[in-house]
């Protein structure tokens, strides 16, 4: 089973999956939005899934212009349901995503996915290619402790695999790109149906004007 055919199969019941795994993502987001003094702009929100982060977004900013992608189809026509995008589109998320606008971004989401990829530096280029000058992500990568046993680089979803990093591992990519770090969290991300306790590092960064 690849990512994509994985959240197809679940999207009907994606958002009890989320309150049942206590999934941190829109909590931390709104949490982190209460304290971002933004003017109404532009947000990007990528494995939007079935709009629970868009749905904050909104929240906090409700003239904001909303954008999402995700990669599995039946997730992108559950987003356009809400009424809450301008645009939302099918797209893997390995591949460069920043063609496909004409245009930069005061926020992009990049919450429960990365430990989906197989180049999360690149992802992190082209988030700071669309990001505008003080703009901010806000993004998570399931954390990986090299020196136990709980939290270890690769876990399993059926055959698809997640990968886990390092703190030192997320702060290099994040600089890398020429991100600034502003926050780093490490928390539980959501507690899975089988009881495995996923670690979170949740990160917000600020592109340097």
Not at 50 to 58: A, Q
Not at 122 to 146: M, W
Request: net charge negative; charged share 20%; glycine share 6%.
């Amino acid at each position: 089973m690849d990512v994509a055919k994985m959240y197809d199969e679940v999207s009907e019941r994606y958002q009890k999956l989320i309150e049942d795994s206590q999934y941190v993502g829109p909590r931390w987001v709104d949490g982190k939005l209460k304290t971002l003094n933004l003017q109404q702009g532009s947000v990007l929100d990528l494995a939007c899934a079935t709009g629970s982060i868009g749905k904050v977004i909104k929240s906090h900013y409700p003239d904001a212009v909303l954008h999402g992608l995700d990669i599995s189809s039946n997730m992108v026509n559950k987003a356009r349901e809400t009424n809450l995008y301008q645009s939302v589109n099918v797209h893997d998320l390995d591949q460069p995503f920043s063609p496909l606008f004409n245009q930069t971004f005061d926020i992009i989401t990049a919450l429960g996915f990365t430990e989906f990829l197989t180049n999360p530096q690149s992802l992190l280029q082209c988030i700071a290619e669309l990001l505008n000058a003080d703009g901010r992500c806000f993004i998570s990568f399931q954390c990986h402790d090299p020196d136990g046993k709980d939290l270890p680089r690769n876990t399993y979803s059926g055959t698809v695999v997640h990968t886990a990093y390092t703190e030192n591992e997320v702060r290099e990519f994040s600089q890398n790109t020429g991100l600034k770090v502003v926050s780093l969290e490490n928390l539980v991300g959501y507690t899975s149906g089988a009881g495995y306790v996923c670690r979170y590092l949740v990160l917000e960064l600020r592109k340097p004007s």
